[in-house]
């Protein structure tokens, strides 16, 4: 049978487009989705994610933390983003998020220029996606293409946001579990845990990890740990001053790079699910990447890129499912 050159063409175009449609599995997001809708989106995103940071170099880390406690309940879908109103009880409320989530604003700042450029175009959801990206980048970590085309939940999880978002002080089989549960694995779970390498986490967040009598046991063999848990003791003292703060990277606080692996392997991580990483072992697999990710900033650096973009297709909403929000406060009405 003769095959025409009309039909080897058809033939590898319908190839090609069923390779992009695997390569994102089943979330039906695309690479330049708004680039006919709107072709300045990432542009706007970027520039308002720029000033904010400028203003307050801490605010990289928590945009990134919107993106992933906002896909750890019901996917990435802006559930985190909705106020109390109506029916919706807002996971800003909940345990992880409370008196602890930042850059909120920095959202609606940025919605409210997209919605002047492109109503009703442009989802909370992609703008969390793409906030991630520009926020890591700005403090000197990798950048990556970002898959677009997410819509907006019509409701909110408070209770998913209590049971879903890993606790601090997390065990590392809890922490392998709730990964899992979301489908990321162990990779997943140490790169993704990296982002710990920026930002700063509150008093209560880490009292446990310097007070707990098995931890002082198991650290205080060698000074320099000893002088690492007195730094946070004075900082955050048995009781009471739960808001107080301190970096979750005490060498270089403001700067995206692998230096929480090897602040963990000596035993200077300021939350108990850091330490956990080294403390336990899952079969060798791990630690090995613990000390891989310590050793190799760019391998670290590429293995987040690509375990945040598959966070960030976590059960997406897309097509008819949700909806594009003019105030991403709020649903339609």
């Given at each position: 049978m003769e095959i025409t050159g009309a039909f080897c063409i058809l033939l590898v175009l319908v190839l090609n487009a069923v390779k992009i449609t695997s390569s994102v599995e089943d979330g039906l997001l695309y690479l330049d989705y708004y680039k006919e809708t709107c072709p300045l989106a990432e542009a706007i995103v970027s520039r308002n994610v720029k000033i904010a940071v400028l203003k307050d170099p801490r605010m990289a880390a928590s945009l990134l933390r919107l993106h992933f406690h906002d896909c750890f309940v019901m996917g990435c879908d802006a559930s985190l983003l909705l106020d109390n109103y109506g029916?919706?009880?807002?996971?800003?409320?909940?345990?992880?998020?409370?008196?602890?989530?930042?850059?909120?604003?920095?959202?609606?700042?940025?919605?409210?220029?997209?919605?002047?450029?492109?109503?009703?175009?442009?989802?909370c959801a992609d703008i969390l996606a793409m906030v991630a990206r520009d926020?890591?980048?700005?403090?000197?970590?990798?950048?990556?293409?970002?898959?677009?085309?997410?819509?907006?939940s019509l409701k909110a999880s408070f209770d998913g946001a209590n049971q879903f978002i890993p606790s601090p002080n997390s065990s590392l089989e809890t922490l392998i579990a709730n990964f899992n549960q979301h489908g990321l694995d162990v990779e997943d779970l140490v790169a993704l845990s990296g982002s710990h390498t920026f930002g700063k986490a509150r008093c209560l967040s880490f009292r446990q990890r310097?007070?707990?009598?098995?931890?002082?046991?198991?650290?205080?063999?060698?000074?320099?740990?000893?002088?690492?848990?007195?730094?946070?003791?004075?900082?955050?003292p048995e009781s009471g001053r739960n808001e107080a703060i301190a970096p979750l990277d005490f060498v270089t606080p403001a700067k995206f790079d692998n230096q929480y692996y090897i602040n963990i392997i000596g035993g200077n991580g300021l939350l108990g699910s850091d330490n956990v990483l080294v403390d336990e072992d899952h079969e060798g697999e791990?630690?090995?990447l613990v000390w891989?990710?310590?050793?190799?900033?760019?391998?670290?650096?590429?293995s987040f890129a690509k375990s945040v973009v598959k966070m960030g297709n976590i059960n997406v909403l897309t097509g008819i499912d949700g909806e594009i929000r003019k105030n991403c406060r709020l649903v339609n009405i």
């Amino acid at each position: 049978m003769e095959i025409t050159g009309a039909f080897c063409i058809l033939l590898v175009l319908v190839l090609n487009a069923v390779k992009i449609t695997s390569s994102v599995e089943d979330g039906l997001l695309y690479l330049d989705y708004y680039k006919e809708t709107c072709p300045l989106a990432e542009a706007i995103v970027s520039r308002n994610v720029k000033i904010a940071v400028l203003k307050d170099p801490r605010m990289a880390a928590s945009l990134l933390r919107l993106h992933f406690h906002d896909c750890f309940v019901m996917g990435c879908d802006a559930s985190l983003l909705l106020d109390n109103y109506g029916d919706v009880i807002s996971e800003k409320q909940a345990g992880p998020n409370l008196n602890s989530l930042r850059g909120f604003h920095v959202i609606d700042e940025i919605k409210h220029h997209l919605e002047k450029a492109c109503p009703l175009t442009v989802s909370c959801a992609d703008i969390l996606a793409m906030v991630a990206r520009d926020a890591v980048a700005m403090r000197g970590g990798p950048s990556w293409k970002v898959w677009l085309g997410r819509k907006d939940s019509l409701k909110a999880s408070f209770d998913g946001a209590n049971q879903f978002i890993p606790s601090p002080n997390s065990s590392l089989e809890t922490l392998i579990a709730n990964f899992n549960q979301h489908g990321l694995d162990v990779e997943d779970l140490v790169a993704l845990s990296g982002s710990h390498t920026f930002g700063k986490a509150r008093c209560l967040s880490f009292r446990q990890r310097i007070y707990d009598i098995y931890m002082e046991e198991k650290y205080d063999k060698y000074q320099r740990y000893r002088t690492f848990r007195r730094i946070l003791q004075s900082i955050c003292p048995e009781s009471g001053r739960n808001e107080a703060i301190a970096p979750l990277d005490f060498v270089t606080p403001a700067k995206f790079d692998n230096q929480y692996y090897i602040n963990i392997i000596g035993g200077n991580g300021l939350l108990g699910s850091d330490n956990v990483l080294v403390d336990e072992d899952h079969e060798g697999e791990i630690r090995k990447l613990v000390w891989d990710f310590a050793s190799d900033q760019e391998l670290f650096f590429s293995s987040f890129a690509k375990s945040v973009v598959k966070m960030g297709n976590i059960n997406v909403l897309t097509g008819i499912d949700g909806e594009i929000r003019k105030n991403c406060r709020l649903v339609n009405i």
